[in-house]
């Protein structure tokens, strides 16, 4: 069991934890969006550009990095 000292360490950590996150999950909506004007033109216009896979990679090691952060 853990102790309130251990309890308050590991929710601070949490809390960093989803900040972090929510931080990088907005990036990722404004990198999707500013560069392609939304879903139905990236999937109509840049499918098959790169495009897309080029900012697909971007925001995966953007999370991952957000993710793996200590």
């Given amino acids: 069991m ?5 309890a308050a360490i590991y929710i601070r950590d949490l809390e960093a934890d989803n ?3 929510r931080e990088t999950l907005e990036w ?5 969006f ?3 004007d939304g ?3 990236l999937q ?3 499918k ?19 993710i793996n952060k200590e």
């Fill in 2 to 6: 853990l102790g309130m000292r251990e």
């Fill in 19 to 21: 900040a972090r996150l």
């Fill in 28 to 32: 990722v909506d404004n990198r999707l």
């Fill in 34 to 36: 500013r560069e392609t």
């Fill in 39 to 41: 879903l139905p033109q």
């Fill in 44 to 46: 109509r216009c840049y």
């Fill in 48 to 66: 098959c550009s790169g495009l897309f896979t080029e900012i697909a990679r971007e925001c995966i090691e953007r999370i991952q990095s957000a």
